[in-house]
């Protein structure tokens, strides 16, 4: 057991609490979650930054000793990479993602250049009895609130946000609509249920006004999978309507034919059904296409209203409108008109006191 001072502190061990004082093991278990102290071997002049807990980005440079957790991830427009079977002090591993998800990476984006390599140093320790020196592995799932397989709502209206892929205006068009609903005098709770954990988009949404906010991640998930993601979302769903808002906006990240179980929570019958309404962000009108078709065909659901890139102009929204039958209105240009329609669609109605014009 050794003592390293730690230079950076990953966001996904965030449930951890970590000192900058950390004990190392000398044994570090190959587990998903499992937190580990690196060392950055090179320089990155692009994706060269870690999300801290605080939620504050950091620019990494060689050298930084850094804390972050073992992970997979499978992403469309970032590096792929997946959880060796060992780990070892002085291992050479990569950094996935800004949250600090650290595994092999086996797919580069070429926009990104090649991710950072660094040296494990080994197993962070915590240290759960008093007076003990008796060091355990930490592991992201210490704090965390457990998963859970029920599911209720309350009769708290929920507003699924789906995405046909990654950086189609998912975030973008949940954070406008709590603003709006926010604005109209609604409480508002939200949450991210499936990705690769980075708080990045959660605490955008608290900016926007929603009051109680939840990750994957506050559950213990690095990354969710097909497997995991239908109870990370009854989790979450049950854990942000017990503080009853008026409603809930859930993000689901990743797209509708992505690696981390969207398509899962869409297929689980008790989650279709506590969706009252969902809105599809979509980079283009093929894209929006066959996003509705999908979600029609595979999983009886109907979009509410298409959003993101598709519908960034008039000849992208009529076209879209045209091909799906289904409403397209703009996050960025038209928020509070993409409000009313979810509103309308949840039977909601504004606050007294709310501002029904912002």
Known sequence: MK????????????TCRLSREVRLG??????EGGVVAVR??????????????SGR?????????IAGALGHRKA?????GYLPASVAVG???????????IGVCDGVNPDLGHPFEVEVLGQVLHFPYLGERVGLPAHIAQGALPLEDRLDVGGVPVVGVVGTCMNAGKTQAACNLIQAFTHRGLKVAAGKATGVSLRRDVLAMEDAGARHTLIFTDLGVVTTTPDVAPRVARTILTHLAADAPDVIVLELGDGLLGLYGVDAILADA???????????AANDPVAAWGGVQLMRDRYALAAAVVT?????NIAGTRLTERETGVRGINARTNPAELAALVMERLGLAPVANGDADA
């Not at 000398?26 to 587990?31: C, F, I, L, R, T």
């Not at 980005?57 to 000793?65: E, I, M, R, T």
């Not at 993101?308 to 960034?312: L, M």
């Open 3 to 14: 003592k390293v001072l730690l230079d950076k502190i990953g966001s996904v061990t965030a």
């Open 26 to 31: 000398g044994e570090v278990p190959a587990v």
């Open 40 to 53: 950055v071997r090179n320089a990155k002049s692009t994706y060269n930054q870690l999300e801290l807990p």
């Open 57 to 65: 980005f950091s620019l990494v440079k060689p050298g930084d000793v």
């Open 76 to 80: 469309l427009f970032g590096y792929s």
């Open 91 to 101: 291992d050479t591993l990569n950094l996935l993602n800004l949250g600090g998800v």
């Open 270 to 280: 008790g989650l279709a059904a506590s969706f009252g309404a969902l809105v599809l």
């Open 308 to 312: 993101g890139p598709a519908t960034d």
